[in-house]
């Protein structure tokens, strides 16, 4: 899952526009995956979502500026 999940490609550009508040909502619903799942998973899975986390709240950040 990667930011640009969260982005809405434009129709007529070509390009996308990012949705802020879809981008918000997987980054909620992955940091309550990750709280439910903490104890069940390996230490690659626990570094692997952590990583995931870490990069898309700070894609988010820079979005938001």
Do not use: F, W
């Amino acid at each position: 899952v990667t930011l640009t999940r969260a982005t809405v490609s434009g129709a007529t550009t070509g390009g996308t526009n990012p949705n802020i508040s879809m981008a918000k909502h997987t980054i909620d619903l992955l940091s309550m995956l990750q709280e439910k799942v903490e104890k069940g998973i390996d230490a690659d899975e626990k570094r692997l979502l952590e990583g995931l986390l870490y990069e898309l709240r700070m894609k988010y950040v820079l979005l938001k500026k």
